[in-house]
C-alpha cells in the first residue's frame, strides 16, 4: 500500500498531495492578496510586518523566502537588504510565484527566482543569512524534511523563520471554529469563487502542528535557541530558529 498523508481533512496518497496543493493554489492566486484581506481584516499585514522586524535583516543580506506566494514578506525583506543584497523567491506553484513576481517586478524590484519544492531546495549548504516560510510550510507533505532543508542552506550564524497558523487559545476556540467553517468557505466562494479551497484552508490549519510541537521540530531539523511568538491569542505563530 502507497503512504498516505492528509489534504485537509481527507488522507490521500502521498504522491498526490503535492498536485492537489498546487490546484488550490493555481486556482486563488488572482485572488489571494484580496483574499487575505477580508479573512483577516488586513491583519495578515501585521504579522508579516512583525516577522520582518524580528528577522533582523541588514543592507547586503542574503536572504531566501521559501513558498513566496504573492511576495508580500519578499518585497518587504527585499527592501530591507537593498541594492547590495538578494531576495530569493521560491515557490512550488508557478501561478503564485508570476503574482509575486509581478508585484516586485512593479515596485521596481527584479528578484531572482525558482520554482522549486520545499523539501528540495537548488541551493548549496550554508548560503542564505536568513531563510522565511510564510503560510506555507503546512501545505508541504513532509514538513521535517522541509525545515531540515531551510536550516542546510542557512549560514551558521543564520536565522531560519515561520510564520504560520497555530493552535488558537482554547476559550477562544469553538468561535475559530465557527469563523473557520461556515464563514471563510462563504468568503472564499463570494470573493474569489471558490469555495473548496478555502475549505482545505482551515481544514490545513487545523492539521498543522501546534506551536510546541514546531519548536520541537525546529530543534530536530538543527536549529538552536527556537522560540515562538503569538499573534492573535495564537491563530497565528512566528518561530525563529538560528543556525550554530
Known amino acids: 500500500m502507497p503512504e498516505t498523508t492528509h489534504f485537509g481533512y481527507q488522507q490521500v496518497p502521498e504522491g498526490e498531495k503535492a498536485k ?19 479573512m483577516s481584516l488586513g ?17 547586503g543580506m542574503q536572504v531566501l523566502d521559501v513558498a513566496s506566494g504573492s511576495g508580500d514578506l519578499a518585497l518587504a525583506m527585499a527592501r530591507k537588504v537593498g541594492d547590495k543584497g538578494r531576495v ?49 510550510l503546512r501545505n508541504m507533505t513532509h514538513k521535517d524534511r522541509a525545515l531540515a532543508e531551510m536550516a542546510r542552506v542557512t549560514k551558521p550564524g543564520g536565522r531560519v523563520l515561520v510564520l504560520e497558523f497555530s493552535k488558537v487559545w482554547k476559550p477562544l ?46 530543534q530536530d531539523a538543527g536549529l538552536a535557541k527556537v522560540e515562538f511568538f503569538n499573534m492573535a491569542a495564537g491563530v497565528v505563530a512566528l518561530h525563529r530558529g538560528f543556525k550554530i
Not at 470573493?191 to 481544514?203: C, K, M, P
Open 88 to 136: 530569493w523567491m521560491t515557490d512550488i506553484n508557478g501561478a503564485m510565484l508570476g503574482v509575486g513576481r509581478d508585484k516586485l517586478v512593479d515596485a521596481g524590484i527584479q528578484p531572482p527566482l525558482a520554482q522549486c519544492d520545499g523539501e528540495k531546495l537548488p541551493f548549496a549548504s550554508d548560503t542564505f543569512d536568513c531563510v522565511t516560510v510564510a503560510f506555507g
Open 43 to 59: 491583519m495578515h499585514r501585521l504579522w508579516k510586518r512583525f516577522a520582518i522586524d524580528m528577522a533582523g535583516l541588514k543592507e
Open 173 to 218: 476556540e469553538r468561535g475559530y471554529d465557527l469563523y473557520s467553517f461556515k464563514v471563510i468557505p462563504r468568503l472564499g466562494r463570494m470573493f474569489a469563487g471558490d469555495e473548496d479551497s478555502y475549505r482545505y484552508l482551515a481544514e490545513s490549519i487545523r492539521m498543522h502542528p501546534d506551536q510546541e510541537t514546531l519548536k520541537k521540530m525546529m
Open 20 to 38: 492537489k496543493v498546487e490546484d488550490v493554489f493555481s486556482s486563488v492566486a488572482t485572488r489571494y492578496d484580496l483574499m487575505n484581506d477580508v
